[in-house]
């Protein structure tokens, strides 16, 4: 079935190190995101990339990495330069189609905590 | 920029009962508006969505229109079950590029919760 992978789904780190959240889809979308959900905060987007080799910031991008390298992967690395680390964290595709259509498809999410 | 508000949970209800969710969005231009829906231990999935003033999108007995005047895009159903019982977020569209992918602005979300 077509859809959207995360890995791992629940990642322990100590305070100082790098962590690599995996994202991978088999939909032949061109645009993934990367959203953070805390709390009462709802979802704010880290990174979105609407092509191969191609990403920009979002609204929290600070402490966060990204490459595009493969259509059909998306990895986020949480750098130890992220002062709040522990969060819930989504990786989203779409398709440019009809203009506006705003239909994301998510993965599960990957639940990082910071020891 | 554009932002959106939306009721603050949580909300419980019995089986049966009529549900609103309250949802308001600042935006410039004409966004597109989303209900989007967040299922215990799983990510969000469409729930339904109006593109223009006055539309009304429904899906699985829920209903939301596209209200311009008062800014809003309010959820309902008119009859809850248990298994509705999850994390509802509310959100709007700005277009990101001529590429036609699009950057959606999320509530907080409210958590509902329908007990037998």
């Known amino acids: 079935d077509g859809g959207i992978t995360q890995s791992p789904k629940y990642l322990f780190r100590k305070e100082g190190q790098n962590v690599t959240l995996s994202c991978e889809q088999n939909l032949n979308h061109d645009a993934m995101y990367w959203y953070r959900q805390d709390p009462g905060q709802g979802l704010r987007l880290i990174y979105y990339s609407q092509i191969v080799n191609d990403f920009q910031k979002g609204d929290i991008a600070e402490g966060y990495s990204v490459s595009r390298e493969k259509k059909e992967s998306f990895p986020l690395t949480v750098t130890s330069a992220q002062k709040n680390p522990t969060a819930f964290y989504l990786c989203?595709?779409?398709?440019?189609?009809?203009?506006?259509?705003?239909?994301?498809?998510f993965g599960e999410g990957s639940r990082l905590t910071v020891l | 920029g554009n932002s959106v508000t939306q009721m603050e949970g949580p909300v419980t209800l019995s089986e049966e009962a009529f549900l609103t969710i309250n949802c308001t969005y600042t935006?410039?231009?004409?966004?597109?508006l989303f209900w989007y829906v967040q299922y215990p231990g799983e990510g969000l999935q469409l729930l339904l969505k109006?593109?223009?003033?006055?539309d009304k999108g429904s899906n699985k007995g829920f209903e939301a229109t596209y209200r311009k005047e008062t800014t809003s895009f309010h959820l309902e159903k008119g009859s809850v079950q248990v298994s509705d019982s999850a994390v509802y977020f509310c959100?709007?569209?700005?277009?990101?590029?001529?590429?036609?992918?699009?950057?959606?602005?999320f509530g907080t979300g409210t958590r509902l919760t329908i007990i037998p």
């Open positions: 989203a595709s779409s398709h440019p189609g009809t203009p506006n259509t705003g239909e994301l498809f």
């Open positions: 959100a709007l569209s700005d277009r990101v590029s001529s590429f036609g992918n699009e950057k959606l602005t």
């Open positions: 935006a410039t231009g004409y966004p597109s």
């Open positions: 109006a593109t223009k003033a006055d």
